[in-house]
């Protein structure tokens, strides 16, 4: 989520004689740094943006908004060196808000990172226990418990994404994937065919059902999935204006 600072608008009241024409005045807009560094990574430019963000902090060290947006650009970067300096703002960020959310979905990131599943998880889990609407957090989240073999888990996450989020035909694949993990297959099979409904052109969507279905030891229906493949696409019929005659 982009922060963006709020300008309160300026009016003023003159005791001079009203003027008889009436001429409209707009006042200044209110300097706005944060979004102007954040101006500057939309145009390309990552290390302005960076540097910008960090005389933001210098300037202001106990407002957590420019600290979390220059760990996010560094996180970006992803090396050693910028991971831990991600690290030092999303602990100085933690200090002085504790309860935002973006702060521990951003230490999960960085926790990734590190290799660190176990404690990503329960950043992970703090961001979404602080905004249960917080979608990217629980994604990342059920991911990860799927990765580490927790499926039940995986699936708690999984479930209120397919309703939140249906057009991510990815997590009706993964929530199909953890189901089928459980030896629940007929489950499967309903997110599988969820998830060809959504978008039944789909390459990757087909490929992986027929791939259920071969392992589920249904060939036939299998070869049928792969025949949509290849099938040419249906051209509708135009439809004619009737005659005037």
Same mark, same amino acid.
């Given at each position: 989520?982009?922060?963006?600072?709020?300008?309160?608008?300026?009016?003023?009241?003159?005791?001079?004689?009203?003027?008889?024409?009436?001429?409209?005045?707009?006042?200044?807009?209110?300097p706005n740094p944060l979004a102007d560094a954040? !101006?500057? $990574? *939309? @145009?390309?430019?990552? @290390?302005?943006?960076?540097? !910008?963000? =960090?005389?933001?902090?210098?300037?202001?060290?106990?407002?957590?908004?420019?600290?979390?947006?220059? /760990?996010?650009?560094?996180?970006?970067?992803?090396? /050693?060196? $910028?991971?831990?300096? /991600?690290?030092?703002?999303?602990?100085?960020?933690?200090?002085?808000?504790?309860?935002?959310?973006?702060?521990?979905?951003?230490?999960?990131?960085?926790?990734?990172?590190?290799?660190?599943?176990?404690?990503?998880?329960?950043? #992970? =889990?703090?961001?979404?226990?602080?905004?249960?609407? #917080?979608?990217? @957090?629980? %994604?990342?989240?059920?991911?990860?418990? !799927?990765?580490?073999?927790?499926?039940?888990?995986?699936?708690?996450?999984?479930?209120?994404?397919?309703?939140?989020?249906?057009?991510?035909?990815?997590?009706?694949? &993964?929530?199909?994937?953890?189901? =089928?993990?459980?030896?629940?297959?007929?489950?499967? $099979?309903?997110?599988?065919?969820?998830?060809?409904? /959504?978008?039944? *052109?789909?390459?990757?969507?087909?490929? *992986?059902?027929?791939? %259920? #279905?071969?392992? *589920? !030891?249904?060939?036939?229906?299998?070869?049928?999935?792969?025949? &949509?493949?290849?099938?040419? $696409? +249906?051209?509708?019929?135009?439809?004619? +204006?009737?005659?005037?005659?």
């Open positions: 989520m982009m922060w963006v600072l709020v300008a309160a608008l300026l009016t003023g009241a003159s005791d001079a004689p009203a003027s008889p024409v009436l001429t409209a005045q707009v006042a200044p807009a209110a954040l !101006a500057l $990574e *939309t @145009a390309g430019n990552d @290390a302005g943006a960076l540097a !910008a963000l =960090e005389r933001l902090v210098l300037s202001q060290p106990r407002w957590e908004l420019p600290r979390l947006e220059a /760990a996010r650009l560094l996180l970006k970067a992803g090396s /050693a060196p $910028e991971l831990d300096r /991600a690290q030092a703002h999303l602990d100085a960020a933690l200090g002085e808000a504790p309860d935002n959310p973006r702060v521990h979905f951003l230490r999960g990131q960085l926790l990734e990172e590190r290799s660190a599943p176990f404690d990503a998880i329960r950043a #992970y =889990e703090k961001a979404v226990g602080l905004r249960p609407s #917080y979608d990217d @957090a629980r %994604f990342r989240l059920a991911g990860l418990w !799927a990765q580490v073999g927790d499926w039940l888990k995986a699936e708690l996450h999984y479930r209120p994404l397919s309703k939140s989020k249906p057009a991510w035909v990815q997590v009706r694949l &993964q929530l199909a994937a953890v189901l =089928e993990k459980q030896g629940r297959a007929l489950d499967a $099979e309903r997110e599988f065919l969820a998830a060809r409904d /959504a978008q039944p *052109t789909n390459p990757g969507v087909l490929r *992986t059902l027929a791939a %259920f #279905y071969d392992r *589920t !030891a249904r060939p036939q229906l299998a070869a049928k999935v792969r025949a &949509q493949l290849t099938a040419p $696409e +249906k051209r509708s019929m135009r439809v004619l +204006k009737p005659s005037k005659r």
